[in-house]
């Protein structure tokens, strides 16, 4: 089975689910270093299948995913 693209997922988290949408922040700040970045949103990931937040669980993923795509692999740039 393939990849799914970040973009694939947020689509997903962005359809309304019970009647509105769901707005969320990212788990880390923009002034994080890579590291720091994904350690933060892994925690969050840990933290939310703890919690068997299914929804917040694909949010970590998305995030995640972004981080890995756009800033953890210099050939995509």
Known sequence: ??????????????????????????????GMELEEKFNVTLRALFHAKRLQNRSLQLFCAYFLEKILEEEADPLSK
């Open 1 to 30: 089975m393939g990849s799914v693209c970040y973009q694939d997922v947020l689509q997903d988290l962005l359809m309304p689910n019970e009647g509105h949408a769901v707005g969320y922040m990212p788990p880390y700040s923009n």
